[in-house]
């Protein structure tokens, strides 16, 4: 069964400087995406960005990895988003594919000068992070030789069975005098 974490957070703090970078038709200016895929069968957390130079942040390292994720929908249904991974490594493919939950994804956008560019792996200099979406999950996965594909969604109490408690007598005996 899934329990869905409720202290996580969801923002968006870009920078004025940076979206006046971001928005010149030609700029410096790039934004490495970062993702954790949890999961209990998981020895630790599975952690890329997607970038051809692994990072060090938060005392994590982020291996270069390469994955394209869709934002979240803003629309009046519930938010989703598409996580496409490169078939590239087996491991991540059974972890994913032989998992009876959905893994649990967590997906941040940082500005590229937040990091030092001249070492190798990456290393945070003050990190701003623009965009930050935690307990998502894996679902609708699909694979093929060349990549992993599946949607993002958060969790819907709508989906939840109902009634999930039964008052029974024996859970409930007062009501039943």
Same mark, same amino acid.
């Given at each position: 069964?899934?329990?869905?974490?409720?202290?996580?957070?969801?923002?968006? *703090?870009? #920078?004025? =400087?940076? @979206?006046?970078?971001? +928005?010149?038709?030609?700029?410096? %200016?790039?934004?490495?995406?970062?993702?954790?895929?949890?999961?209990?069968?998981?020895?630790?957390?599975?952690?890329?960005?997607?970038?051809?130079?692994?990072?060090?942040?938060?005392?994590?390292?982020?291996?270069?990895?390469?994955?394209?994720?869709?934002?979240?929908?803003?629309?009046? *249904?519930? #938010?989703? =988003?598409? @996580?496409?991974?490169? +078939?590239?490594?087996?491991?991540? %493919?059974?972890?994913?594919?032989?998992?009876?939950?959905?893994?649990?994804?967590?997906?941040?956008?940082?500005?590229?000068?937040?990091?030092?560019?001249?070492?190798?792996?990456?290393?945070?200099?003050?990190?701003?992070?623009?965009?930050?979406?935690?307990?998502?999950?894996?679902?609708?996965?699909?694979?093929?030789?060349?990549?992993?594909?599946?949607?993002?969604?958060?969790?819907?109490?709508?989906?939840?069975?109902?009634?999930?408690?039964?008052?029974?007598?024996?859970?409930?005996?007062?009501?039943?005098?």
């Amino acid at each position: 069964m899934i329990t869905p974490a409720l202290n996580r957070a969801t923002f968006r *703090n870009i #920078p004025a =400087a940076v @979206l006046r970078e971001l +928005n010149k038709l030609h700029s410096g %200016e790039f934004l490495p995406v970062f993702i954790e895929i949890r999961h209990p069968s998981l020895p630790d957390a599975l952690r890329f960005v997607a970038d051809n130079v692994n990072y060090v942040f938060g005392g994590n390292t982020y291996e270069a990895y390469p994955f394209r994720v869709a934002l979240l929908t803003d629309t009046d *249904n519930m #938010p989703t =988003a598409q @996580l496409t991974v490169s +078939n590239i490594n087996q491991e991540i %493919e059974a972890a994913i594919l032989d998992a009876v939950d959905p893994p649990t994804i967590s997906l941040f956008v940082t500005d590229g000068s937040s990091f030092d560019m001249t070492v190798r792996p990456r290393t945070e200099l003050s990190v701003n992070i623009l965009s930050e979406v935690h307990d998502l999950y894996l679902v609708e996965v699909s694979a093929n030789p060349v990549q992993l594909s599946g949607k993002l969604v958060i969790w819907s109490y709508a989906s939840e069975p109902y009634p999930f408690i039964r008052a029974t007598q024996e859970r409930t005996p007062a009501i039943f005098r």
